[in-house]
C-alpha cells in the first residue's frame, strides 16, 4: 500500500468556495475515487493551504485510471479556476511531499479511526537535522505510538512546511499516552527542536 499526501493551494478568496464544492462534490465523483482504488482520501485546509492524505495499491495506475475518466476529468476542468501557481506550486499541478518519517502504528485498529493533519514550519536550515532525527527514531518510539491507538504516522516535507498525518481510535487518549512516554518525548522535542509552532487543520473532505 502506497501512502500518498499532496500539496496545492486555492487563490485568494476562493476558500470558502472550495469549501462548499466539496461539501456538494459530483456523487459520480465519489463513486470514481473508490473506483480508481483510492482509500483513507481527506483533505486538510488551513487559510489557503491544502494538504491531502490517501492509500493506494498503485498510484501510477490510479493516476491513469482517473486521467482516463471522463466524469474525473470534468471535475479537474471544473475546479482548475480555484488553484493558484508560484513558487513550490509549479504551474498549478499538484506537488507530492516527500515522506520523512512513518510508523505503522496498530495496524488491527478497526473502523472508524479519528484523523489528524498538522501544519508545521521549518526552522531556516534544520532541513537535514529533521531528517536526522526522524530517521533516528528508536524501537521504543514505534512501540509508544502503537500503544497509543494510532496507524499510519506520517510526516511529509514540502519546501519549508512540514504535514503530519495519522489516524486513532481515541485522540485524546493517543495524546495522553504519548505525552506520559519518556522515549517518545525525547524524539519528538528533537523534531520540534526543528520547527516554529504547528497548528491543527481543518479535515475540508473525507472519503473511506
Avoid at 500500500?1 to 478568496?13: F, N
Avoid at 475515487?33 to 491544502?50: A, C, D, K, N, V
Avoid at 492509500?55 to 482548475?80: F, G, I, P, S, Y
Amino acid at each position: 500500500m502506497q501512502r500518498i499526501a499532496t500539496y496545492m493551494a486555492v487563490k485568494p478568496g476562493m476558500a470558502a468556495r472550495y469549501r462548499q464544492e466539496h461539501a456538494n462534490i459530483w456523487p459520480e465523483v465519489l463513486e470514481g475515487i473508490t473506483r480508481f482504488g483510492i482509500r483513507s482520501y481527506s483533505i486538510f485546509m488551513h487559510e489557503r493551504e491544502l494538504y491531502s492524505y490517501f492509500e493506494v495499491e498503485d498510484l501510477q495506475k490510479t493516476v491513469a485510471m482517473a486521467t482516463a475518466d471522463a466524469d474525473n476529468q470534468r471535475w479537474q476542468v471544473h475546479m482548475a479556476d480555484f488553484f493558484d501557481v508560484g513558487p513550490g506550486m509549479q504551474d498549478g499541478s499538484t506537488v507530492y511531499p516527500v515522506e520523512l518519517f512513518f510508523a505503522p502504528g496498530n495496524e488491527q485498529l478497526l473502523l472508524p479511526l479519528h484523523r489528524s493533519g498538522g501544519l508545521h514550519r521549518v526552522r531556516v536550515g534544520q532541513e537535514e537535522t529533521l531528517r536526522q532525527a526522524c530517521e533516528a527514531a528508536s524501537p521504543p518510539v514505534y512501540e509508544a505510538i502503537r500503544r497509543a491507538g494510532i496507524r499510519n504516522d506520517c510526516i511529509y516535507l514540502v519546501g519549508q512546511n512540514l504535514f503530519t498525518y495519522y489516524q486513532a481510535q481515541d485522540l485524546a487518549d493517543a495524546h495522553a499516552t504519548l505525552a506520559a512516554d519518556a522515549h517518545y518525548q525525547a524524539w519528538h522535542a528533537s523534531l520540534a527542536s526543528c520547527v516554529e509552532h504547528g497548528i491543527l487543520m481543518e479535515e475540508v473532505f473525507y472519503v473511506p
